[in-house]
């Protein structure tokens, strides 16, 4: 019965294929370093569900946002463990993908014929740090509120242009409520389908090229 | 890379492949089990350490440390180092740098071999920035102040941190219990006649949100002045609520004060043999009635009351105005009502508080403390106790 199902779906979908071309492939060996690409998809995974959830309560507006985070962490159940996941993965996201980048500067993974899924990890580590500022400030709490009026300073800093960027980040001269809604916007709609696309570019590449290999001495 | 290069390389990962392993189950595996090692410190994380409660944004609150998230600090601790007028090399022109580095490293870097040995200037490099940057990520941890003082949190802890911020900014115009009358002593509002903010008529009409405003704001048509951050004055937010919530369950008889809380800030009763301390009894006499205008910056003839020192050895008239077993020390003159003269006749000590008296039992605490000559803890004061009744 399983069988027959299996052949139905397989004949329609492809899953044979799908199965030699993506599991059944041969890789080099390699060592536990080369886990920390795919624990960082994971976290992203994670970071993925638990903001989704979190979006249900969250209400990004100056008045609430601050009671929305308590409402979440006190009053709906299991609030507390989404919200801690969402906030120690992201801490963890950074730190996986930051030793991952430097496990493939090590050995050299970056030069032939990987240069564009090089390209491809290091605007997702950018990327990842824009989550990461973005998602700093919709608590809406001192720490938030203060990391950002710098942080958006910092941005401002820029000759010439400065005061434009400055302006655009915070819809004003001022933090408000523009600021909130758009790092909102940016951190749940805008970022996340960038990512997305960057990162199935990245996972494809990863596929067609295989795993870099460790290199000896002589290469 | 020349194409001999390229064929070189990949012929020695086809051998690499051939003795390597299936992406599944070999990699899947090892994959599986370190996510899932993550997720059960994410767990951990979130169930043990949590996430931090953080006060409500204040854009008003100026004197907060601002401070990023961690992988940032090392950016925001390097610009400590970049001079102001050049700030912009530190915030602009290195990071987007090292980005453009980061993005054509694969073209900057021509070399084909890949092992560390056969790298050793990019890998150095990369190792100093790499060790830069956890240098700057630890001194900048290392270096920000200590989190300021948690905000009272508990109601005792806000009523305690609203009682004494009444008696600091409040009472030498509005009186220990808000009772108004006529100031004396406060610079500009000279004679200025108060009206009661304790009565029902006051309390009654006025939410939290209003009493917090007019703090806040102040009411300068009034005279009263401006108390928050934001307008002038010092106080932020959090205190501004932990004064109004001091105020309500202390003068407003609909609500009652939790009655732990109700205990912390009450002035001890004396029986009849005790002897009273600085420690029990005089620091919170000192603090609802005096220290308002004996503090730093205030006109009191230079006489500070915020600690025992202080109150024993400070002042124009620190000689006179306590006096071991000496009822006629200035200070229990002044709060039975009379003012000091000099030898000229002019007063040099006017009556304390000078609003309203004290009352009577507060009074006699200051006596027997002045005739058992000051002592300054629950215990000394107790060794004096057993002594007298030998």
Redesign the interface.
Known sequence: MAQNVYDWLDERLGLQAIYDA?????????N?W???G??SL??GL?QGITGILLSVYYVPT?DHA?DSITYI?TGVKFG??I???H??????L???A?IHM?RV???????????VT??TG?MLL?GA?GM??TG?LL?????????T???TE??G???GI?NIILRILRGGT??SALTLSRFFSLHIWIFPAILLAVVLTHLYLVIRL??S??????? | MKEEQKKAYKRKYEQAKRKGVKFWPDIIYKDLLVSFGIFILLVGLAAFVGVAVEPKADPSDASYVPRPEWYFLFLFEFLKFVPGKIEWIGTFVLPVLVILVLFALPFLDRNPLRHWKNRLTGISIMGVVVLGMVGLTVRSVLTTPKKEEAVASTIQEKYALGEDLYSVNCVECHGPDGEGGVIAGVEGLEGVDLKSISSRDEIYTRSDETLAAIIDYGQQDQGMPPFGLAYGGELKKSEIDALVMYMRYTWDDRVELPSDAASAGAIPELSAEEIPSYEVHISRLAKRYCISCHRPGKENNNYLMGSYQEMLTSGDNADHNLIPGDLDSYLILAINGQSILDENGEEIIQRMPPTKMMKEEYIHIFEVWVLNGMPETASDAEALTVQGQE
């Open positions: 993506i599991l059944d492939r041969e890789v080099p060996k390699v536990w080369f886990t920390l795919s624990a994971f976290l994670m100056p601050y962490m507390w463990l919200l801690g996941i906030h120690w993965g992201a801490s963890l950074i730190l996986t930051f430097l500067f090590f050995y050299g993974a970056y030069k032939y014929p990987r240069e090089w390209i290091v950018i740090l990461g500022f700093y608590p809406w709490n001192q720490r938030s509120y203060w990391a009026t710098v942080g910092i941005a800093s820029v000759p400065g001022d933090l295989g795993i290999n460790i290199p000896d001495e002589d290469s």
